[in-house]
């Protein structure tokens, strides 16, 4: 949530650099608006106020959003949606704001390492903004990228001793997370067992008339007690074009509708070179009979324990893949030819069979009795906070949001 959040942000502040350099935009006046009132209390949470100045921050960005759509609504709809969404950020501060007291009753505080982590936080901030202007504006380079990050990170209004100070707070806060939810109950042997044989219903109805919800579950890690038809577990050892190749070449393309000659040419070159390279070492590898996902986890780190599914009735994979996999002679085996992918080949490897039929419970007991597990604590912690807000005297004073 918190990187989502921070992406959104950063969204909205990169196009307000863009066009802020030419004109004024409406948030920009409302911005200043918000400046001009009072900070004063806008809500009292126990002995705990929060100021106006606390909202107008959380607010910068959705002014922004919703001055971009002054054309879509009138000035009395954006009115009321700008309120609506003062209501719910000034409600996430009061939550916060509980939060934080409830940290310092428990006494929770941060080890040295969990310091060092959050002032790590900065550092962090500015790669994901550096990589985001890369992506929005690939032309620049130098002092004109580093020039564009630091206005990106000044339009987000994204300073260090905020950022390291939110992540210090997310990490109190996920410690007394773990500090209510270690209370939950593990579940029953009962429990895990209806849950199955409730599952199994449910996945035997699904499943029989729809493969793919079989193929996206399973791709999801999700419990599965049910197989529609006999799989293939495949396999990929993706192996990619230089990246600046590949940006270089997705700048080409949208450059070029037609996709030119120089593009086509570029493309096959890169192709040929891939495959006389690193594809054909791959190949001598495997054939030296060195480990399928450990050639994996090399080129991509986390890669080696992923897996695709491949059955008579699969449609979501292109025409090639889909031909590699279910090609390959026998359980065990690769692909005789890399498949061509988008910027790259891919190498399949044949690592499993998913028989038909019904899954017994040992197969899922573990996952099942981790998600039952995971949704008690989700719902302890769910209530644990109702409480806590129900238990907090909270005082709004809605006309003074400003919004």
Known sequence: MKSHLFCIALTAALLLTAGCQNQNSGSAQSSQDAQSQKDEVIAQVGDQNIMYSQLAEHMVTLEAMYSGLSD??????????????????????????????????YGITLTPEEETEAQKAWE???????????????????????????????TAGLKEEEVVSNARQTALVNKLKEQVIAQAERPTQQEIEDAYEQLLSEQQEEFSNDSMAFEASMLAGKPVVFVPESYRVIQELYLQF???????????????TDESDSYEEILELEYEKLQQGDVAQAQKRLANGEDFAQLMEENKPGSGSTYNYVGEGTTRLSENYYQAAMSIPELGQVTSQPVKMDYGYALLYWADTLAPGVRPLEDVQEALESQLYEAEQNELWKETQARWREETEVVIFEDRLGY
Do not use: W
Request: include cysteine; aromatic fraction near 4%.
């Open 242 to 256: 230089d990246s600046e190749v590949t940006q270089l070449l997705r700048e080409m393309k949208s450059y070029d």
């Open 124 to 154: 962090e901030t500015l790669e994901s903004t550096r990589s985001s202007v890369e992506s929005t504006y690939p032309e620049l380079e130098g002092e004109d990228l580093e020039a564009m990050v630091q206005t990106a990170i000044e």
């Open 72 to 105: 879509q609504f009138t000035t009395q709809e954006l009115q009321e949606k700008l309120h609506t969404a003062a209501m719910e950020s000034l409600e996430n501060l009061i939550t916060q704001q509980i939060l934080y007291c409830k940290i310092d009753e």
